[in-house]
């Protein structure tokens, strides 16, 4: 482990160390360590704290001009699009995911920082219609210190959301990105300098959750938590957050639906790969994995058949490969859980359809995975975040929509259908706070992204992510009320 090299917080500017403890980075296709990070303790936290508000306080960004807010971020925007081989490295060996998914996805990045940016520069206050000779403006102003908390799953892509409308509304902001996949986000402290962000103004914070995350969600100075994780880290966050009134935002698991129709029967293809896309991509680990395929009676046999043929051929190996279709899921305790997952589905009566096991190969893999079950089992029911997928034959369109919404989950979920009108009535009635027709996965920084129930409090992207990282004042300026009160000649020509 000494000699492996070792990336220190990110903290006023420069690459810091927080203390003498480390922790491994390990790479989930190798199984090797690649580099150490910061364990950063309670004490370094709060000094993190301390200072960030001080650089809030100072203005050097909080109150600079939103034109040059604009042009950091767009900037910072540039330099990630000319950088991208290098983030795309690092991504690929954080998180085993395959080269030809990082590249796509990262490409993409830039464009938030883009988008948060202009909204910065367009961003307009308002003038109620107050009654009186008075004109009353509401304006936004940025909040403080932000606390964001990330995850594994997509580094950098949600690490950048957050930052991107933070910064924008000219907020300090510190990261604390999951430390299983935290070396894309610590680069990104580099790279805002460079773009000519304030030092302090954007800190980067390595350590465990139950530690330093907890730590830094502990500390009574934040303006506002913004966690993409699991719901037990929410429920761990959440109560200390309330007591010390910090509002959350919170993007949690799903159970995604992808409800296929017989209308795609005409175009099956279509539909298999529609279903493969949703399920597998990322070895099933996003929020929105397609991880219950409802799947219609009157084309059921045609469709599985096929997808079956589709999924024994997807080609799993080494994530650098630019062939590679399948990459690792993040860690053994991703491969044990799936496998616990497979293992309760049989019992339960599931059919396992193609894989369900480990992968051969060194590294954590598990084989793209279809079990046949019902609606109430667990497989059907709990975020397995892995290649594990349900299919359910369902008998009617009331039946799939019944189905879609049954779970505590509704985060995504997917319509296919030729049927114009059916694709309107459908996803008018599922309850998700993302629902797409003929399409899943779609994302784009102007578009709000966030689930109800379970999966969620709040949003990302758009201008809902802008407004949540502002607080609206309200200024009230008189030009033409005399103050009358405790006046008695006032009052008496008032009253009399
Ligand atoms: P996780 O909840 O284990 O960790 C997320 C982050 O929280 C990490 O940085 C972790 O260190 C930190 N953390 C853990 N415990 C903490 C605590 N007590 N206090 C403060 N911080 C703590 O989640 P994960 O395994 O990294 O990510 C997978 C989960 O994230 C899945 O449930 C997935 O659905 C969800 N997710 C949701 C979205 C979305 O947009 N809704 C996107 C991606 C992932």
Known sequence: ????????????GAYTRASPASIAVVNPATELPVATIDATPRDVVDAIVTRSQQQFASGAWSHAEASDRFAVLVKAAALLRSNLAEF??????????????????????????????GLARVHEGAVTPFKGPVVNTLTRLPIGVVAQITPWNHPLLIATKKIGAALAAGNTVIVKPSELAPLSVLKLGELFQTAGLPDGTLQIICGYGRDTGKFLCENAHLARIDLTGGLATYRAIAPVAAYNMIPMTAE??????????????????QAVKAALFASFI?????CVTGSRLLVHADIYDEFVALLLLRTKALRVGDPTDPETQIGAVI????????????SRAVEDGGKILCGGKPSERKGFFFEPTLIETHSKSDLSCNEVFGPVIAILKCTSEED????????????????WTRDFTQAHRVAEKIDAGVVWVNGHHLNDPSSPWGGFRQSGIGKENGREAYESYTKVKSTVLNYGVSPAWFDDKAENARYG
Not at 96 to 117: D, K
Not at 252 to 269: Q, T, Y
Not at 282 to 286: D, E, L, P
């Open 1 to 12: 482990m000494t000699d492996l090299p070792h990336v220190a917080n990110w903290v006023d």
């Open 88 to 117: 795309v490295e690092l991504e690929v060996r954080q998180t085993g995911r395959p080269v030809r998914e990082m590249q796509t996805q990262l490409a993409r990045v830039p464009e938030w920082l883009e988008y948060f940016a």
């Open 252 to 269: 949690l698991g799903g159970k995604a639906p992808v409800c296929i129709f017989p209308s795609m029967g005409s175009d099956m293809e």
């Open 282 to 286: 990322a070895s099933g680990q996003t």
């Open 331 to 342: 860690n053994q305790a991703s491969v044990e859980r799936c496998s616990a997952f497979v």
């Open 400 to 415: 799939i929509i019944a189905v879609a919404n049954g779970t505590d989950f509704a985060l995504g979920a997917s319509v």
